[in-house]
Every structure is written in structure tokens, then in C-alpha cells.
């Protein structure tokens, strides 16, 4: 099929925002899991998110005016992160997505250089998706559990709103554990209103988590990130809450079940690149 590849721009956002919706969906209603994009509104949210920050380049795949998917690339730090990328269920198999795909290693490797390390979750359900991925290079890193946290019983008066004054602290905590930088990214999260929280002890930021599946969180304990991650539960709706832990964290994982957390499916870590896994509690987004 000869498609042609075009910048998004906001007008694009409805039409983008179905294809979101309806290509996760009804991968999650043939397999059972939860839905991550339930709704129209919420593919929009999504959408609208990446489309109008100044630190993602988009594109969009169209043939004769229609527009039939989509793919992202996040490049606010060093370590460039791949998504969303959805094309229309209606008309997949025809190697839009492969198309889609390509673009985002060649657009890394524009912006970063050969020696660019890019990365992403895949659904570990999708056999189509890592069959693809890892045919144009991508790397099995780790695996993860998406994980619904159970909401903590009372207000944990050690957590806070994060502010921008907390960014050095986020910065430093993201450097040390994730073992690179989020700082940039986290900076836009934050001038995005997404919910943010922070735990202190001692007049010290020790932890830190920006919720949806678009934030990341690390802390200097194990027990530190994990409550947190349970106060952002009881502070956000559930959707917002839910946090991906690598099975590499073998023993915040552990933590995180005797916790009561839930684990809702099972995402696949891949890399073209430099990947160094986390050194500490650290829980990464959706896209790195």
C-alpha cells in the first residue's frame, strides 16, 4: 500500500485520537485485559499530549487525504523513547506499521547520531508487534508488569505535591537510579499539570512519581517508592495510577505484591542502543 508521511499537527488530533482509541482497544477486548485507551476522550488526552510538546516529533501516515496511523518519538533527553504509535485495526497487516516504525529509528538516528539509543514497551499479548519490532532491530531488555497499585488507607503526610522547585531533586533521583537523565521530560510533565508527588524525609526529596503510564518515578528505597506509588493511588483516579515495575527489580516486584498490588498484564522492554537497566527503585513510562 503506498501511504505517504506527513508531520501531525493539532488538526490531526481527532482523527489520530480515534485511531489510538480503537487500535488498543480492540487488542485489549480480543485478549481480555484492561483497557488502556477506553474511550475516544482518553485517545485524545493521549494525542493531545504528545502533538503539542515541543520535544516529540510526530507523523502521520495518510493515502489519498486518509489518515491511517501514527507513531511518536520523545526526544527531551538523551535516551530517545518511541510512541504512541497505533495505525487504523481495520487496515493493519499492510506494513503501515513497519513504515511508522522506521521513521522513528531513522528520526533518532538523525537527532542523536549512530550511536542513538531508543526505546520502548511493547505489549508482550501483541505477537505481531514483537515480531516486528525485533525484525527492524529492537532488543529484548527486560520484562514488566503493568501493576495497579493499591490505594494507600490514610494521607501518608511524608508526600506532597511536586513543584518545580523539586526538579533538581527529580533530576538527581532520575540520573542516579533510571541511570539516565529524565530531567527534561519530568520538567514538561510537570508544566503539563500531569499529577506529580514527591516524599520527603529529613527536608530531602526521596522519591518521586509523575502518574499515567506517560510518567516515570525513582527513590532511594524500595519502601519509599512504593508508598508513594500508593498515596498517588488514593490522590488520582485509577487509570492515572498504574505504574510499570521490571521483573530486573526482582525485589520491588516482590514488595509491590505483598503491597496488595495488582498485576494487569506483562510489557516487553526493547532497545536499539546503549541500555543500561535501572540501578536502584526506579519505574520507567510507557515509552522509556
Known amino acids: 500500500m503506498p501511504i505517504q508521511l506527513i508531520p501531525t499537527r493539532p488538526e490531526h488530533t481527532d482523527d489520530l485520537a480515534s485511531i489510538c482509541h480503537l487500535a ?82 531513522d528520526e533518532a538516528r538523525r537527532r542523536r547520531g549512530d550511536d542513538f539509543s531508543l526505546r520502548l514497551f511493547q505489549e508482550a499479548i501483541n505477537t505481531t508487534s514483537l515480531s516486528l519490532y525485533a525484525s527492524l532491530g529492537f532488543e529484548w531488555r527486560d520484562t514488566a508488569a503493568l501493576m495497579h497499585p493499591r490505594p494507600a488507607d490514610i494521607n501518608d503526610p511524608a508526600c506532597r505535591p511536586a513543584t518545580p522547585g523539586d526538579l533538581p531533586a527529580i533530576a538527581a533521583l532520575s540520573q542516579r537510579h533510571h541511570v539516565i537523565s529524565r530531567a527534561n521530560d519530568a520538567a514538561a510533565l510537570l508544566a503539563m499539570g500531569l499529577p506529580a508527588f514527591v516524599r520527603v524525609r529529613d527536608n530531602r526529596v526521596v522519591a518521586y512519581q509523575i502518574a ?77
Not at 474511550?39 to 510526530?58: A, F, M, S
Not at 521490571?246 to 505483598?258: E, N, T, V, W, Y
Open 24 to 105: 488498543f482497544n480492540t487488542l485489549h477486548e480480543r485478549h481480555n485485559v484492561p483497557p488502556d485507551v477506553p474511550t475516544h476522550d482518553v485517545g485524545r488526552l493521549i494525542i493531545g499530549g504528545v502533538i503539542n510538546r515541543p520535544d516529540y516529533t510526530g507523523i502521520a501516515a495518510i493515502d489519498n487525504g486518509r489518515i491511517l496511523g501514527s507513531n511518536f518519538l520523545l526526544h527531551a533527553d538523551e535516551v530517545c523513547g518511541v510512541g504512541p504509535i497505533t495505525v487504523d485495526p481495520t487496515i493493519q497487516s499492510k506494513g503501515i506499521g513497519r513504515t511508522l516504525m522506521q521513521w522513528a529509528i
Open 212 to 288: 499515567t503510564l506517560f510518567g516515570h518515578s525513582a527513590a532511594e528505597t524500595n519502601d519509599d517508592l512504593l508508598a508513594l506509588a500508593a498515596h498517588t493511588a488514593r490522590s488520582v483516579p485509577p487509570p492515572m495510577a498504574v505504574i510499570i515495575v521490571p521483573m530486573s527489580q526482582g525485589d520491588l516486584f516482590r514488595a509491590a505484591l505483598a503491597r496488595g498490588f495488582r498485576v494487569a498484564k506483562v510489557l516487553n522492554a526493547m532497545a536499539i542502543g546503549p541500555y543500561a537497566a535501572a540501578t536502584g527503585p526506579a519505574l520507567p513510562s510507557i515509552q522509556c
